[in-house]
Each structure stands twice: as C-alpha cells, then as structure tokens.
C-alpha cells in the first residue's frame, strides 16, 4: 500500500473543502436549516404526529439524509472530475498508485466531509427542533455507510462526466426527487397501498427508513432490509469503480 | 551496448547492464483505428540524454504517455528501471518523472503544497529539506507560498519541472520542455537538463527545436508516422548523414567540369558561376587543397569561397521527406 500516496490525496481533497467552506459547508448546512424552521418548527407544529414521533422531529433524518446524498454525490464527482477537467488527472495516472489508494483517498475525503456535514446538520437542527437519537452507533453507521456508498457514486459520475453540467444532472435530476419522494417528509405507510408498492422500488426510501429507525425506533422498512440495502448499493459502486479503472474507462485512451 | 550507457553508473539495485528504458516491439492503435505507434524498439541507457525528434502527429507523446501509464499500451513490452511498467507498475512509475506536454495545474493552490503533494503521490515520506532544494534549483523559491493561479506560463512549467523532480526519479521525461519558453529560460532549463543527467538522472525529452537536440543530446531518435525511423548518437548521425559542401564563385563561368577536375565530386551551377564540392563530413579534409591547387593548375580563379556544413534540421527533413 501506497499510504503516502492516499494522505497526499486525502489531505489535497480535505483542504479543497477548507478552501470552500461557504459553498460545501455552510450553504447546505443553512439550507437544510431552513427546512427545519419552516417545516419543521412553524408548520410541523400544526402536523400530526407519526408513529408516536412530533412531525418537526420526525423529517430530521429524512432532511439530513437528502441533503447528504446530494452533497457527497457532487462532492466527490467534483473532486475527481476538476482533475480530469484541469488535466492534472496525468500525475495521479502516472504515479505508483493503485486504483484502491486512488480511490480510498478520493472517496475517503469526500465522505469524510459528509460524516463532518451530516454531524454539523443535525446539531444545527437542534437549535430549532427537540429530537433525540435511540441507537447513536447505528446513527453512526448507518450515516458513514451512506456518506461512504454515495461518495463513490459520485466518483463514478465525475469520471462518467463530460462537462459541468452532467456534474449536477444525475444528483438533481434523480437523486433529488428520489429523496423527496423517498419519505423525507411523511411515513410511506401514510400513502395508498398502490405508491407504497412502488415506492419500495426507490432506493432512497431504505436510506431514509434506515437512517430515522436509528433515531426514534421506528421504521417504514425493517431495519436490517434497510442495511443490507445500503451495503449492497455500496458494493455495486466499488464493482463499477473496480471496471472503470481495469478499463481505463475515461481515464486512458 | 552505446558509450553513454557504460559511462554512467547505474543507480543502486540495478543489474550490470540494465537499461533505464527498454522498449520492444511496441505497438499502439487508438479506438478510432489510428495506428500511432508501429513496432517500437528502444533501449536508453543510464545517464543518458536521449532526444525524440519527429513531426507534430508523429507519436512522441503517445509513446511517452504509455510509457509513464497515461495511456493504455498496445502489444509490446516495456521495461523502466528495469521493471515491468504493467506488471510492476509501482517501481516502475516510482523510477519514473513526468512533465508533460500539456501546462496543467491547480489554480487555488500554493507552490509548496502542489510540489510536495507530488512527492506523497510518488510514495516518498515528507521531506521539507528536500522540496526546498527542489523549489532553489528552480528558482521558485520566493514563489513558494503563491497560488499557481497567480504565477506566469513559464513558471508553472518549472512547478510541473519540480512536480516530476520532488520524488527523487531515476528517469525523467520531458514532452517538449522548451515550448512557450523565452530564451532565458530555455537556456536556464538546458543548464538544469546537464545538471540532473551529472547527477545521474537518465533524461528524454522531445522537442522541435533541432539545434537543442543537436547540442543536448547524447542520442538522438527520429520518430515519424508512428514508426522509429532512426536512433543514432548525435555525433554518428552528423557525421553519417551530415555533408560539407564547398562553394567557389568564380571569375570566368565554365561550362563543364574540367577533365583535369573529374576525380572530385564537383557540380556546375548559377550558369556556371559557381563550382560546388559536396564530400562527407567522415572524409577528410585533406582534399581541399589538392582541389584548389588544380584549380590553380587549370587557371580557374575564384573570387570568393563559402563553406558549410548541413545541420541536423536538413537531415531531419530529408528523413522525413523520404518516408512520407
Ligand atoms: N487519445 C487519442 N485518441 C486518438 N488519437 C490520438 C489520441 N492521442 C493522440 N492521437 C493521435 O495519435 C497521433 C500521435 O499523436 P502524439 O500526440 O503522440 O504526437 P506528437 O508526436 O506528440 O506530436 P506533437 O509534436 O504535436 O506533440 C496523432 O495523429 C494524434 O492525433
Ligand atoms: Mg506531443
């Protein structure tokens, strides 16, 4: 192992972030503050409570959850594609590193700083909304798990990327609308038995389920199928990774 | 086995008579089914300068970049310090410093930080003496705390000098070193080039501008269409390949070589006005004054005589030419 090889990356990526914080630390922690105020303290106070849990408490997870997914998918397809875009990809191709360190350096930063995000968003939330957390090591888990799965997702589409724009299509386009319909604001089990059939088909919805089981004990999915879930998107994205760097897939000619 | 080779010492580990660079039977066809590399054969020796002369198009950057890992290679094998430059990818490539052809940095970041980035990346433990060394020799010193954003074109081209010098490379490669570089530091760069080959760092560069090859390299290798046309030492190849030529104006035009004059190489040209004597630079000298004493003998008298000797820019572009 090249480990002076993965701190060098490390360290670059993480200060990358240190160089931006407003745009990749401050503006997602504001804004995901503002659902909290808005949906969260003012309306949710109007809301019925699920499952036994106050409505303002209850989008936090789902809330923290769809800003993370976002953020690490265009954290870490940034991270690898300004590289690519800027041409000093050559040196990190052409210096005794395997496609493990690369990638444990790449995505290890861009999940770290999602760990480091998802912490910042949830002690935020509490200056607005009282909440508690049932099972803090599987909140833990379940939140490095994730920031860890979609980091690598993201690094597939930065090397996938062509431009900026297809940067943001996949993480706007899908990823959004998926967490949103995927029971960030309401239980599934609130919907017609048709959506909730389909529902199940979104992935997002084992994250989220996952995520909020570890903080009021109450899931829309059992929690082990929420895991298994994760860690089997996880593995699908490190088959992916592991392809396009046998492949040399927009990498090499 | 070429002198260079066995001047310099190999570094330490490396087998008697190891090469630095080892190239066999390699070739390259991009996905749009351009062949850009054809049977590719080279051996550079340790402490060598070696110059990769060919036309834009011709190959050089493709084969650097399969060489240092940029590009997928082709059928063939490739051998750097010795090692496999697939299979043992990691000595390999650590042996191995890269400035490529392309300017391509960071913008936002300082001078230290990218040129000791690289040294992580090339697996070497942080060594701040040693970076600064690095950042001296370049002059980048005062440099050093700038974002690379801020500094001119041909100071990012020393950060990406010192970028491929920071973790101590056996073999450096340089893809046209020398291109958008004004004279002082053309000149700078050439004094750095001696330099690191006295220190033992085996270098091969590509470049356009003839006469830095001619003057730099110890061998010299002709790449056109993809294929190695020619590999020769600089002084071989100018003698081999270069002629003299000896131009005399003269007095009274002829219209024929004298009978008197036949067993010289002699051409009549400017309608007569001027006797041309071209012979190889490997010929001796010696003929020049029994020339011109016959010439005395018949009574051509001259009134001016002008020498020259053609340059590695003529031998080039008549190999070219040839092959295309
Ligand atoms: N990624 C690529 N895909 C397809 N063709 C390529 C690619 N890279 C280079 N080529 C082609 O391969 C040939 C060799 O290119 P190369 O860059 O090696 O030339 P060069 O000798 O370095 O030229 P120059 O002196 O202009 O730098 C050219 O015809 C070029 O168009
Ligand atoms: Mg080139």
Sequence with gaps: MNFYAIGAIYRAEMARTGRTLLQSVASPVISTALYFVVFGAV?????????????????????????????????????????????????????????????????????????????????????????QIDHPFWMMGFLILTAVAFSLFGFIIGIWAEGFEQLQLIPLLIVMP????GGSFYSIKMLPEFWQTVTLFNPVVYLISGFRWSFYSTADVPVGLSLAMTAGFLVLCLLVVSWIFRSGYRLKS | MNEAASENPAPQGALPGERALVVRNLHKRFASGLEALRDI??????????????????????????????????????????????????????????????????????VWSTVSFSRGLFGKPKNPAYVEKVLRDLSLWDKRDNELRTLS??????????????????????????????????????????????????????????????????????INHGELVLVEETRTLMDKLGRRELRLHLHQPLNAVPAALERFPLTLEGNGHELVYTYDTQQADGDIPELLRRLDEQGIEFRDLHSSQSSLEEIFVNLVKKRT
């Design chain 1, 43 to 131: 309306i949710g106070q109007r809301m019925e409570s699920i499952a036994g849990v106050d409505y303002g408490a209850f989008i936090i997870p789902g809330l923290a959850m769809m800003t993370l997914l976002t953020q690490s998918l265009t954290n870490a397809a940034f991270g690898i594609y300004m590289p690519r875009f800027l041409g000093t990809i050559y040196e990190v191709l052409a210096a005794p590193v395997s496609s493990l360190e690369i990638v444990i350096g790449y995505v290890g930063a861009a999940a770290t700083k999602t760990v480091i995000l998802g912490l910042l968003i949830m002690i935020t939330a509490r200056f607005f909304v009282d909440y």
């Design chain 2, 153 to 222: 074109g041909g100071m990012k081209r020393r950060v990406m000098i010192a970028k491929a010098l920071v973790h101590e490379p056996d073999i450096l490669f340089l893809d046209e070193p020398t291109a958008g570089v004004d004279v002082e530091l053309r000149r700078e760069m050439w004094a750095l080039v001696r330099q690191l080959r006295d220190q033992g760092v085996t270098i091969i560069l590509t470049t356009h501008y003839i006469e830095e090859a001619e003057d730099m390299a110890d061998r010299i290798g002709v």
């Design chain 2, 41 to 110: 054969n080279l051996d550079v020796g340790y402490g060598e300068i070696f110059a990769l002369l060919g036309p834009n198009g011709a190959g050089k950057t493709t084969l650097i970049s399969i060489i240092c890992g940029l590009v997928n290679p082709g059928p063939g094998r490739i051998l750097a310090n010795g090692y496999d430059v697939v299979r043992q990818f990691r000595q390999a490539r650590a042996s191995i410093g890269l400035v490529p052809q392309e300017l391509a940095t960071d913008a936002f970041v300082s």
């Design chain 1, 178 to 181: 998926l967490a949103f319909l």
